[in-house]
């Protein structure tokens, strides 16, 4: 037996569809299935206007991939503290993009509410910056340096 599909349409108008079990783990598609009751209907499309083609079809191979993942999160089960080393082969590889692909990916997954990914996207974001000066992350992060210049001495002195 075929697993259910959804089709979800990206802003960019472009239609892809996926298993329901996949597309649950966004807890914004989640709420629009449940509210809408499209769920079982398999000529409806759920638009997400504020995610283009690319970039759900990047979150949609990561659900796809979690999608049997234990989660304990969502039975209300405390998960324990994880390292933000603590990040899988296959997730490191999937989120090894150019930094504004991973801008985009984060906050695709934050207006979808996909707890996993935010997650990933975080640690990859703090592994990004760790353990560099000021200036080392704003040159990672291309951030003029806007502080006056009586205010950075002042750093430089504490």
């Given at each position: 037996m075929d697993a259910p599909t959804i089709k979800l349409e990206s802003s960019d108008g472009v239609i892809f569809s996926t298993e329901v079990k996949a597309a649950k783990l966004s807890e914004t598609i989640k709420t629009m299935l449940?509210?809408?009751?499209?769920?079982?209907?398999?000529?409806?499309?759920?638009?997400?206007?504020?995610?283009?083609?690319?970039?759900?079809?990047?979150?949609?191979?990561?659900?796809?991939?979690?999608?049997?993942?234990?989660?304990?999160?969502?039975?209300?089960?405390?998960?324990?503290?994880?390292?933000?080393?603590?990040?899988?082969?296959?997730?490191?590889?999937?989120?090894?993009?150019?930094?504004?692909?991973?801008?985009?990916i984060t906050v695709a997954a934050n207006y979808l509410e996909i707890k996993g990914l935010e997650d990933l996207c975080c640690k990859t974001l703090a592994n990004m910056i760790r353990g560099k000066t000021?200036?080392?992350?704003?040159?990672?992060?291309?951030?003029?340096d806007d502080l006056p210049i009586d205010t950075a001495e002042l750093g430089e002195d504490l």
């Open positions: 449940e509210v809408s009751a499209v769920e079982n209907d398999e000529n409806a499309v759920v638009p997400l206007p504020k995610v283009n083609a690319f970039i759900l079809n990047k979150i949609l191979t990561w659900a796809y991939h979690h999608k049997d993942d234990d989660d304990q999160a969502a039975e209300g089960e405390e998960l324990t503290p994880q390292s933000p080393h603590d990040i899988s082969p296959w997730d490191a590889n999937f989120i090894n993009v150019d930094q504004p692909i991973l801008f985009e000021p200036e080392e992350i704003r040159q990672t992060f291309n951030i003029e």
